[in-house]
């Protein structure tokens, strides 16, 4: 009888799926498993190398996603498309080691617990990579933020190998926030009540082949995470980062400007356009990195079509700004609101075009 599936997101992993196959058969033995393998178009032939793998062995699957990419959302996918009454989700790297999954299903089985988490950062554990300093305290306050966030204690709620009833999974995707924002932590804040949770002390070891696909920037998608689960519905956090990021720009257009006039004196005009063209770009630039940093542009190509149709897309943003903000000046609303109104109109029609035509994919 099928119990478990494995959820194995991929991304240029193809020489490390035969092997780690083997592992999970040797972890798993005979009790009822199978594997779904969820690759986003990798260029390597993960995806045709699963396929093989598949023909193979009738317990692995394969979904490819064409179009679409992410960590999560692969999560996600693999738990809607199996019949498993319970799910598993970890790295197909071998970072993460199949001998754990016998002891959390039998966690989940006796009731012990309604999720299992395998743990980095508990005692007995023990990673291969990474001691960078101040990591402790740094962890130490993301635990605080988590917990407070999901009224559950973790040593490691960033963790990527997880294990829970897919029932449970999936009443809660709806609800997932699923921006930048790790799906265990999504899914422990989502719950209406606390998860009871286990933790299994992991000796994460180092990728077997290639390269990680996910930045270093952690607290970066655990503070949009915490921002999303508490004023997100406030205002949308992608909205907020845009903004902040507008913001920024701001800056740098009156430093650009103030340093042209200091240095040339003359030509307003002049040093007014090499400002905005520099600070479009910055705000580029950094949308792709902070706001857009899950659907990120990539290669020469890709991002010079974007930085092309993110300015056209401000172009038309300032010139309704100027216009909105000029007609209630003149119709006598005080100037600084006028202006606020256009700025705030011409950030939203930025917004909404720029994630549709520059990064909507
Ligand atoms: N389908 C799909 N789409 N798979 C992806 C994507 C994607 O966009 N990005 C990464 N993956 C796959 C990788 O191929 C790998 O199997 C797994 O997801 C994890 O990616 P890694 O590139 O190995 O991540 P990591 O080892 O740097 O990060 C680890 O630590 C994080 C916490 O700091 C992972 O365990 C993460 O899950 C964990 O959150
Ligand atoms: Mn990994």
Redo the contacts with the bound molecule.
Sequence with gaps: MLDLAII??????RG?LAPLLERIATAMGTQGWEVII???DSHDGTADEARALALADPRVRVIQ?IGR???A??AIEGFCATAAPYVA?M???H??DPALLPAMLAALHSGEAEICVASRFMPGASTAEWAAPGRERLSAFANGLARRLTGVELSDP????FMLPAATARALVPRLSGIGF?I?LDLLATADAPLRVREFPLCFAA?RE?????DRA?LFDFLAGLYDKTLGRVIPTRFALFGTVGALGVIVHFAVLASLLFLFGEGFALAQSAAVLVAMSFNFWLNNWLTYR?KRLKGWGAVLRGWAGFCATCAVGAFANVAVATFLEGKGVFWALAALTGILLGSVWNYALSSRFVWGR
């Design positions: 194995l997101p991929t991304l240029n992993e490390n969820v690759d986003d996603r990419r992410g960590l959302s692969a989700v790295d197909a790297d970072q993460h960033m963790s990527g190998y790790k265990l990728r290639g390269e990680s696909k996910l952690v899950d």
